[in-house]
């Protein structure tokens, strides 16, 4: 199964509000990295917070991680219309032995926001 | 920033039928990359690792013989779909990934290819 949880699934806010999603996952992580996708097109990589961060801004978008909950959430302040689309937590796992890892990404949060 | 490109952005096919995906890293060596796949309002799922050289490796449930993925060269991975059903419809995404510094990499994915099997 998917190692990322997204809640909510769906979340439909007014432009302007702040939109809060979080995401959790169940084994330890070297990094948690966010993902913005429009319907039907790629994914635009939106911010990346290491295992040893607690906190990272850029822009609108703050992410938080807290590794002793395995969870973390992604804030985007002062939402716009623009900002519509689906968002997805994605982590890769602690290994040993060098090597690259494919990304676990969590269910997304659909974003609709109403303009 | 680093580039991935797919070829193509979208295909149909007919039932029965294979198709290739390209997966191109424009401005890196990638010896590693990846191949997810995202059936409509789902989440991306891995399939596969393409390794440069070697053999790929497949994730639980992946039919190896079905999808066959080629890693001729350090830029260059290919997904083919072998006799494609209805049900292989999807949105298939590619990543290549890039050491930038000590032990941090990043992923970079591509623009990803819209299969659609009548």
């Known amino acids: 199964s998917q190692q990322g949880e997204e809640d909510p699934q769906a979340l439909s806010i007014q432009e302007g509000e702040n939109a809060t999603m979080n995401c959790s996952y169940k084994?330890?992580?070297?990094?948690l990295q966010w993902y913005r996708q429009n319907s039907g097109r790629g994914l635009v990589h939106l911010i990346l917070?290491?295992?040893?961060?607690r906190e990272k801004h850029s822009g609108r978008l703050r992410v938080t991680l807290d590794t002793s909950k395995k969870s973390s959430s992604l804030l985007i302040t002062a939402s716009r219309a623009a900002d519509t689309a689906s968002y997805f937590c994605?982590?890769?796992?602690?290994?040993?032995?060098?090597?690259?890892?494919?990304?676990?990404f969590g269910k997304g949060t659909h974003l609709i926001i109403q303009p | 920033g680093a580039v991935v490109s797919q070829h193509p952005s979208w295909v149909i096919c007919k039932s029965g039928t294979s198709v290739k995906i390209e997966c191109r890293s424009l401005?890196?060596?990638?010896?590693?990359m990846f191949w997810y796949r995202q059936f409509p309002k789902q989440s991306l799922m891995l399939m596969a690792t393409?390794?440069?050289?070697?053999?790929?490796?497949?994730e639980q449930g992946v039919e190896k013989d079905k999808f066959l993925i080629n890693h001729a060269s350090l830029t260059l991975s290919t997904l083919t779909v072998t006799s494609a059903h209805p049900e292989d419809s999807s949105f298939y995404i590619c990543?290549?990934?890039?050491?930038?510094?000590?032990?941090?990499?990043?992923?970079?994915f591509g623009p990803g290819t819209r299969l659609t099997v009548t």
């Open positions: 393409s390794n440069e050289g070697s053999k790929a490796t497949y």
């Open positions: 401005d890196f060596q990638a010896t590693t």
């Open positions: 084994t330890s992580i070297n990094n």
């Open positions: 917070i290491r295992s040893n961060e």
């Open positions: 994605a982590t890769d796992l602690m290994y040993s032995g060098g090597g690259a890892d494919g990304l676990t």
């Open positions: 990543s290549a990934w890039r050491v930038t510094s000590g032990p941090n990499y990043e992923q970079y």
